[in-house]
């Protein structure tokens, strides 16, 4: 499984825009990036899931450059509720039967 | 969507007592679960794959005969805690796949406070 790379911590405030950036320097072809919201005290929620380019959904954009050994999750407006751990995982989407393994995970943190 | 449910949320018991955790998939046929425990601060740690109709696949330093995990049905995995202490004490975690595999689906979690 592909390792992952992220920040530890990001601080943001309320309106603004807010850009993780995850590594996964070796990723394989087959390997799809998905991110994840995890509340404290609450299982991880899914937010997005993307191969290649951008894709978008109602609450987060995922960018992905042509070498896709990183991606940026994207958060437009953040609010106070936004803070939570997010968590970058790379695995392959049609292999139900392997587990994810999580990093460390980014603790973004938004402020009034 | 697709919703994992455990339950209880919390439980708490005492030491050398014996816990069951139960891990339900609600609108869909989950052949693998999988089952984390995170601590406090930290990410999750994979403890065992649960696959329907075997054996759970357990991970380098889980015991097996310590977090029994039980997968009689496609939408039910059971992980118990036998003579539980309190360094057991933790968020225990289940995930589910459906066959499809696509997208895999965590429950709310539950506390184990062991006293």
């Known amino acids: 499984l592909a390792k992952t790379t992220q920040p530890i911590s990001m601080d943001s405030y309320e309106g603004q825009e807010v850009n993780i950036t995850c590594s996964h320097n070796n990723i394989a072809t087959n390997d799809y990036i998905t991110w994840y919201q995890q509340f404290p005290s609450q299982g991880p929620r899914f937010i997005i899931q993307g191969y290649k380019t951008k894709v978008t959904n109602e609450v987060a954009s995922l960018f992905i450059p042509a070498d896709r050994k990183s991606s940026t999750l994207s958060l437009p407006r953040v609010s106070l509720s936004d803070t939570a751990v997010y968590y970058c995982?790379?695995?392959?989407?049609?292999?139900?039967?392997?587990?994810?393994?999580f990093g460390s995970g980014t603790r973004l943190q938004v402020q009034p | 969507g697709a919703v994992v449910s455990q339950h209880p949320s919390w439980v708490i018991c005492k030491s050398g007592t014996s816990v069951k955790i139960e891990c339900r998939s609600l609108d869909f046929q989950a052949t693998t679960m999988f089952w984390y425990r995170q601590f406090p601060k930290k990410s999750l740690m994979l403890m065992a794959t649960?696959?329907?109709?075997?054996?759970?696949?357990?991970e380098q330093g889980v015991e097996k005969d310590k977090f029994l995990i039980n997968h009689a049905s496609l939408t039910l995995s059971t992980l118990t805690v036998t003579s539980a202490h309190p360094e057991d004490s933790s968020f225990y975690i289940c995930?589910?796949?459906?066959?499809?595999?696509?997208?895999?689906?965590f429950g709310e979690g539950s506390w184990l406070t062991v006293v």
């Open positions: 995982l790379v695995g392959e989407r049609s292999t139900g039967r392997r587990a994810l393994t």
């Open positions: 995930s589910a796949s459906g066959a499809s595999g696509n997208t895999i689906y």
């Open positions: 649960s696959n329907e109709g075997s054996k759970a696949t357990y």
